[in-house]
């Protein structure tokens, strides 16, 4: 095929809009915890994964480190919550064009993967109403790296597995709607595609070395 073999997708902004519902499991979670409010963007921007957040807004919050034990009682109650909340959440949508671009991609016999900051349990929570997993053959989450790029390179490494080869950079894209996605598609020599959908623009988009961008996935997907 002339297209992509496999194409790794970004789920928050890219995928789905979740109407606020991980900042409200974050900040009933630290005040569950520890009784403070806690607003995360505040202490995070946009494209940055779940270890970073937590622990970057545990700082700000607490103002110290956080221990091994704090940090995973503190991903568990934010995952609890965020399992109940995501049901609830009023302006939770898939947005525009993303289930018709998902179909077209694997009836083509694309192999999609997902690439996320998030921890892996939020990950599937978050696509869970929409039932969007069903699409997905494999991931790598927030959860395998605080680093967005090594967890590029793991979710390629894991599309070449799958293919019982090597990957060459026009064989894999990886679709964001950050220039961090732009970075991390980068640094796992992977064509990187963004997508306006998020708290970035066309322009600002395409000021990274994105191979191309779209305003939604309701244009047409490259190499399609």
């Known amino acids: ?29 630290f005040d569950h915890l520890h009784g403070v409010a806690a607003d995360i963007g505040e202490h995070s921007s946009a494209g940055e994964t779940d270890p970073q957040v937590g622990r970057e807004t545990f700082r700000a919050v607490i103002g110290r480190e956080p221990s091994c034990d704090e940090l995973g009682r503190l991903y568990t109650a934010y995952l609890c919550h965020l399992a109940e909340d995501i049901w609830t959440s009023k302006e939770y949508r898939v947005l525009d064009g993303v289930e018709e671009t998902l179909q077209q991609l694997a009836e083509a016999g694309v192999t999609l993967g997902l690439l996320s900051g ?35 390179q793991l979710a390629v490494a894991k599309a070449a597995r799958l293919h019982g080869r090597g990957l060459t950079r026009s064989e ?11 970075e991390a598609a980068l640094r796992a020599n992977a064509t990187p595609i963004g997508v306006a959908t998020g708290h970035y623009t066309v322009p600002e988009l395409r000021a990274t070395k994105a191979d191309h961008v779209l305003t939604s996935l309701t244009e047409p997907f490259p190499g399609l």
């Open 1 to 29: 095929m002339s297209g992509p073999i496999a194409v790794l997708f970004d789920i928050d902004e890219t995928l789905i809009h979740t109407g606020g519902s991980g900042a409200r499991s974050w900040t009933w979670a």
């Open 172 to 182: 894999v894209y990886v679709v964001g709607d950050t220039p961090r996605d732009i």
């Open 118 to 152: 998030a921890m892996e349990g939020a990950a599937r929570i978050k696509m869970e109403p929409a039932k969007l997993g069903r699409y997905f053959v494999f991931g790598a989450y927030g959860s395998d790296s605080p680093d967005r790029g090594e967890i590029a």
